[in-house]
């Protein structure tokens, strides 16, 4: 039997996984995705790639700036020389200016997950559909995305995942009533990204890097190649309003949902956005926190130790996400052993 199952490769997961194996534990990470990372999440796509889900690792707090330093030294992270535009209701664009220091990688935002997973036992395409308690142990059942039906069994468990996804792993479970409503009470904004190619050259492109939209169906715009110097094409990634994803959020039709979007690009922006030479869209159900927990993680050792983690108990996104990540380790350390490693430098491993 595991000591502990984590449910989740994204930050959270993998920096409490990181403090339980530093700390003697046996740990397994599950994930239903193909790739580690979460919404630290780069695509493949025409001989290059795009971030469609973090955009840049910005220094929200101490463990964010600890993060970039580790990994600039390491020369995973680069200082994004960005200029950030922003337009206005009346549909006039300001002037550029300099962004706050944010940094990206490359290689793409999947890769600083990578990173954080090193050493790490990690089961990817496992949907884990249900924890239930069975004489004394949790027992986890899921299924790969051919429909394989998969087990496991631990002491403990911590899930990661946005908490509506927690809730509905849950569900089979009886747990505390304030548990559940704590839980329950957690919301979460969606967001479609659509990533495009185009074959304008360098004169056609804007002076900025980034665009922030305060009106309409677009919240940003990036020139996602500007992270990559190498990069053959432009790339732009443009992300939707929360109010738009959440309209189109259960359609079937997801091509259609990306030409809205690249439109309004070019009608707000420039009219050759409209036409790339190649595009592709992500639905991110759980994207941004609308309303987090405001506690670093929720725990219960009833019926058996549990705990449940992620960006969704703070309003720092990366950096709410690296310490609840963190907490939770240490929570569910209390809950068994009470080993004495934890709270050693995190970043040590890497
Ligand atoms: C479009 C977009 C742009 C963003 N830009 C920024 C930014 O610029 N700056 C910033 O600070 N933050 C940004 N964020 C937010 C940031 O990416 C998140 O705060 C952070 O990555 C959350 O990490 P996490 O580990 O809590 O959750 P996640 O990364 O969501 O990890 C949860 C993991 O659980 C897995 N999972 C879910 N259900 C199951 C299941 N049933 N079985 C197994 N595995 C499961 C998922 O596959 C995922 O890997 C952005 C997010 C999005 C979507």
């Known amino acids: 039997m595991i000591d502990i199952v984590v449910i989740g490769a994204g930050i959270a997961g993998l920096t409490c996984a990181q403090q339980l194996r530093q700390a003697g534990y046996q740990v397994v990470v599950l994930d239903k995705s193909r790739g580690v990372g979460g919404r630290f999440a780069t695509r493949r796509l025409y001989d290059t790639r795009a971030d469609h889900g973090l955009r840049a690792v910005t220094p929200q707090g101490s463990l964010s700036a600890q993060l970039i330093q580790v990994l600039s030294d390491r020369r995973l992270l680069q200082l994004w020389p960005r200029q950030v535009a922003f337009l206005g209701a009346d549909g ?16 793409g935002a999947s890769a600083i997950a990578k990173c954080l997973a090193v050493g790490l036992e990690i089961l990817l395409n496992w949907q884990v559909q249900a924890i239930v308690a069975d004489t004394g142990i949790w027992q986890i059942t899921g299924m790969t995305a051919s429909g394989k039906a998969l087990a496991v069994a631990a002491k403990a468990v911590v899930v990661t995942t946005p908490a509506p996804q927690a809730q509905a792993i849950l569900a089979k479970q009886t747990l505390p009533a304030e548990f559940l409503a704590a839980l329950d009470a957690v919301e979460f904004h969606p967001c479609f990204s659509v990533m495009a190619g185009y074959k304008v050259t360098a004169l056609n492109l804007p002076s900025w890097q980034t665009c922030e939209i305060s009106h309409g169906n677009l919240a940003w715009v990036g020139l996602d190649s500007s992270k990559r110097p190498q990069s053959e094409i432009p790339v732009f990634v443009f992300q939707s309003t929360a109010e738009f994803a959440q309209k189109h959020l259960e ?37 941004f926190p609308s309303r987090p927990l405001n ?18 108990c703070g309003d720092r996104l990366v950096e709410s996400a690296l310490q609840s990540g963190i907490a939770a380790a240490e929570a569910i350390n209390r809950q068994l052993d009470k080993r004495s490693l934890l709270g050693a430098d995190f970043f040590a491993h890497l």
């Open 251 to 287: 359609t079937s039709d997801l091509d259609a949902v990306a030409r809205m979007i690249l439109a309004e690009a070019a009608q707000l922006l420039a009219p050759w956005l409209a036409t790339p030479k190649w595009f592709e869209i992500h639905r991110w159900r759980y994207a």
């Open 295 to 312: 506690q670093d993680y929720l725990s219960t050792t009833d019926p058996l130790p549990l705990v449940c983690a992620g960006d969704w």
């Open 92 to 107: 006039v664009l300001s002037a550029t200016v300099a962004a706050e220091p944010s940094y990206t990688s490359p290689q």
